[in-house]
């Protein structure tokens, strides 16, 4: 079977969605297998965006943000990480491989940079195969 | 809630979009979409008759909201927004579909593209359905602007903006104006006297009423926004006081202490008390306070004691800091040449007479250290190699980028060897030689001219025999390898980023491209602009650039730094925290999560009981949405970026479509 994973990516406007940008911008190639959802700052992203994106069918989230003492609102990545952090352990209490989720930084002239990591996400989440969670509701629902 | 009435715009781009996502499909899938009654297709969306398009659909088919699929917001968005006003729609009514830089560019695969796109379309027609009309706001701008750097790229920045009318602040780390292009003999094409045309604007920069020059200065810190700037300046102790000295010199004279002179690019010396050169701005002397003999033994207080009339001399002056209130900034931090040493196969600091191209600059100045006689060891060079691409365009230090004034300069050089000394042997080494300004390939042909031997090739290595260094490399036109002589080496070295640009940099938020210049906001069409809004860029700072590119990008970044200060108002962010009162607990976490302070607890009258809740300051409020990223109530709410927003955007984004 050939299964391709579905990525969810929650990108900061200022470097890691710029980052994207420049990897369109300079035509370099990554799996198509990612979603991007663009918000101002990684301080945005609640813990619970990434466990709804897991139940509602990703198989694979990753965020990215400014590198560390780049943030473009002074500190926002530090807060995204000390909350994104303790959620990666908090997933395998909810029996969610916690290699579903990944937090990286990509600046605004890392389009390389960007499209390898989206590369390194989706390798990592294909052998893990098709999120539980998914297929749980979906029995759930046929034995509703 | 009401229903909403959707038109998708879809763009092809030329064929950027449509070569890799069926423009058709896409158009049939969001025209099944919920609350979707337009879906069109056209060439060049953000084109005059592509934005008419919408406007047409607003006014006729009552459109109440907008999904353009097309390139990334980042670049349009503010085109489009335009567009919904002009329709008379609220700007805040878009979403943009970023199908361009994120999926059509980055995947090949018509299929899979097409798909990713239906996914992306129907996220945005989610979110556009859930958008509600925004307001913007404005404040007021503290009409005044600082320019940091002191070279021909400030100096012409700060002129431009005082001449506009603004007060101006130029800040320079060292004790003069003038940088670089004040330390080199000639220009290139023109061969005019590089002092005599940037003289007359260092003292036009102490003479204009409007501009007040800081020098031996640096920013510490950079705090607030566009229009309202706190910058805090740490001004070095000059232990001269500034005011008073009238660089009369007497006091150097008693002052025993040698330093390398780094105006001369190490060639000569100079005392520990010192003037950078005769003609600095401000026109002050300068305690070097690594190398006084009182600042670092306690002892000696000579020059105190020549100086007793004027009494310009304190050796126990402190360092000061000044907090300015500016509107815009302009960066203009310049470059660093290139450290030969990291090339240690060419020989340079292992023998005296290979030097690098701003030494050379130096050795023929007639302000130099030899009042402009080319002599090398005393003696007058027979033959002169010149190597380029010393540092540029060269992988293996890191530097993949062209320098872009070297070519030029080499040969500017070669012509000056050649007036100096009509029987030298001229040899110079190139890779390409670029030279595409005005009146540059003119000039490269006439040096051509003058029995200079241009050979295409890179020196591989430069090694001693005799009394003559040899220079090995390919001659890649012959197609084999040659040794060349040489009495004098030239090495042209390249341009980086100042060393102290970084730092600089954190405390604006600048980003850095891949070659560690700074970032513009577009390299075409916002060549000078920054991510951060009110600060701009001139000069090398940017990327190399010889000297008119550099005075035309300073007058450009001078006249969009005037923009706001002319305007003397600049919007605010617009999606702004807002608070649900009754849901608010006040637990603060939101206060403490702001990096702006622009949230705090305020007893407030709720439903006719007295509460504490978040109050934000929509003045102060930049729009993060980390109050919102804490808050467990769902009290506070990022407008544009709401908890039912995004999430709707993930429900939809994640499916197969």
Not at chain 1, 32 to 37: D, G
């Amino acid at each position: 079977m050939n299964f391709e994973p579905t990525i969810v990516a929650f990108l900061c406007n200022w470097c890691s969605y710029a980052g994207a940008d420049l990897a369109g911008t300079s035509r370099f190639q990554y799996p198509a297998n990612v979603r991007t959802v663009r918000v101002m700052c990684s301080s945005r992203i609640n813990p619970a965006f990434i466990v709804n994106a897991l139940l509602e069918g990703a198989d694979g989230v990753l965020v990215s943000g400014c590198h560390p003492g780049e943030c473009h609102y002074v500190s926002g990545n530090y807060l995204a990480r000390r909350k994104l952090v303790l959620l990666r352990r908090f997933l395998e209490h909810l029996g969610i491989h916690p290699d579903r989720f990944r937090m990286s930084w990509v600046s605004a002239s890392e389009g390389s940079k960007f499209a390898d990591v989206i590369k390194e996400v989706t390798e990592a989440v294909r052998p893990l195969g098709p999120n539980q969670i998914k297929r749980e509701q979906v029995w759930m629902q046929q034995a509703l | 809630m009401s229903t909403k009435r959707i038109g998708v715009y879809i763009c092809h781009c030329g064929v950027n979009i449509a070569q890799t996502v069926g423009i058709e499909e896409l158009k049939s899938f969001a025209a099944t979409l919920p609350q979707v009654k337009v879906a069109e297709n056209y060439m060049y969306m953000c084109s005059e008759p592509g934005q008419e398009l919408i406007r047409k659909d607003i006014k006729e088919k009552k459109l109440n909201r907008i999904v353009v699929v097309a390139c990334s917001p980042r670049l349009h968005e503010p085109t489009f927004r335009n567009t919904l006003v002009s329709a008379g729609l609220n700007p805040y009514c878009l979403e943009i579909a970023n199908v361009r830089e994120q999926c059509s560019w980055v995947h090949k695969d018509k299929k899979v593209a097409t798909s990713k796109a239906k996914s992306v379309v129907a996220a945005a027609v989610t979110k556009v359905a859930l958008l509600e009309p925004l307001e913007e706001k404005e404040v007021s701008v503290t009409k005044t602007a600082m320019v940091v750097g002191g070279g021909i790229a400030g100096i012409q920045a700060a002129l431009d903006i005082a001449d506009s009318g603004f007060k101006t602040y130029l800040i320079e780390k060292e004790p003069s104006i003038g940088g670089h292009m004040m330390q080199l003999d000639k220009t290139f094409p023109t061969l005019d006297c590089s002092a005599c045309i940037l003289t007359p604007k260092m003292s036009d920069i102490k003479n204009h009423p409007n501009i007040e020059l800081l020098a031996y200065s640096e920013v510490a810190d950079v705090k607030g926004f566009v229009g309202n700037f706190k910058v805090t300046v740490k001004r070095k102790p000059r232990y001269i006081e500034e005011a008073i000295c009238n660089a009369c010199g007497t006091c150097a004279k008693y002052c025993s202490i040698a330093i390398i002179d780094r105006y001369n690019e190490g060639l000569s010396k100079l005392q520990a008390l010192h003037i950078p050169f005769p003609q600095a701005i401000p026109a002050a002397y300068v305690v070097d306070p690594e190398e006084c003999r009182y600042l670092k033994e306690g002892t000696c207080r000579q020059c105190e004691q020549v100086c007793k009339e004027l009494n310009a001399i304190n050796l126990d002056m402190q360092e000061e800091s000044v907090e300015l209130d500016v509107g815009t900034i302009v960066v203009a931090t310049g470059f660093d040449v290139f450290d030969a040493n990291r090339k240690p196969e060419l020989g340079y600091g292992r023998y005296e007479n290979v030097i690098t191209g701003m030494e050379f600059e130096r050795v023929v100045s007639a302000a130099g250290p030899n009042q402009g006689e080319l002599l090398i060891n005393g003696k007058k060079p027979k033959e002169v190699v010149f190597i380029q691409c010393v540092g540029s365009r060269d992988k293996t230090v890191g530097n993949e980028y062209c320098s872009r004034v070297c070519c030029m300069y080499t040969a500017k050089q070669a012509h000056l060897v050649r007036e100096k000394l009509p029987d030298a042997k001229i040899t110079i080494f190139y890779i390409d030689v670029r030279a595409f300004g005005k009146g540059y390939e003119e000039f490269y042909d006439r040096v051509k001219g003058e029995s200079v031997y241009y050979r295409r090739g890179n020196v591989s290595e430069v090694y001693k025999k005799g009394d003559k260094l040899i220079c090995r490399a390919e001659d890649t036109l012959l197609g084999k390898p040659i040794e060349v002589p040489a009495d004098l080496v030239v090495l042209a070295v390249g341009i980086q980023p100042s060393a102290g640009a970084r730092e600089l940099g954190k405390l604006l938020k600048l980003s850095t491209s891949p070659d560690n210049f700074f970032l513009e906001a577009h390299p075409k069409l916002r060549p000078v602009d920054t991510g951060s809004d009110g600060v701009f860029l001139a000069g090398c700072c940017q990327g190399p650039k010889d000297i008119p590119d550099t005075v035309a990008q300073a007058s450009a970044s001078a006249a969009k730094a005037v923009i706001p200060l002319a305007q003397g108002k600049v919007k605010t962010e617009t999606m702004v925290a807002r608070v649900h009162e009754q849901a608010c607990r006040a637990c603060g976490y939101c206060v403490e999560a702001c990096p702006y302070d622009a949230i705090e607890l305020q007893l407030q009258e709720v439903n006719g009981r007295e509460k504490s809740v978040a109050v934000v300051n929509e003045v102060l409020c930049k729009s993060c949405g980390a109050c919102t990223g804490v808050c467990f109530s769902g009290a506070i709410q990022q407008t544009g970026f709401t908890d039912d927003q995004i999430l709707a955007v993930i429900g939809a984004i994640g499916k197969e479509y």
